[in-house]
């Protein structure tokens, strides 16, 4: 569900921390989470954020279907 208005800043809450990907020497890392965006329901969400997680790079979210076909891509390419 799109912002009704563009100027209030985007709510989101980490649920859940699941895993750090990568770490970069200024203290970022790429991490996967379940995160809640303007109050709606948890989605997988792999981004980059600042150590204080009060900062974050652009990112891609998954819901659980999405999620789960990932999941199902990377084991049958034997990843």
Same mark, same amino acid.
């Given at each position: 569900?799109?912002?009704?208005? $563009?100027?209030?800043?985007?709510?989101? /809450?980490?649920e859940?921390?699941?895993?750090?990907?990568s770490?970069?020497?200024?203290?970022w890392? /790429?991490?996967?989470?379940?995160? &809640?965006?303007?109050?709606?329901?948890p $989605?997988?969400?792999?981004? &980059?954020?600042?150590?204080?997680?009060? /900062?974050?790079?652009?990112?891609?979210?998954? &819901?659980?279907?999405?999620?789960?076909?990932?999941?199902?891509?990377?084991?049958?390419?034997?990843?």
């Amino acid at each position: 569900m799109a912002r009704q208005n $563009k100027s209030e800043p985007i709510k989101f /809450k980490i649920e859940e921390s699941i895993g750090v990907l990568s770490s970069s020497t200024n203290g970022w890392q /790429k991490e996967l989470n379940l995160v &809640s965006w303007n109050d709606q329901p948890p $989605k997988f969400d792999i981004r &980059s954020w600042s150590p204080d997680h009060l /900062k974050m790079g652009k990112g891609i979210t998954f &819901s659980n279907d999405e999620m789960n076909a990932l999941k199902e891509i990377i084991q049958n390419a034997g990843l």
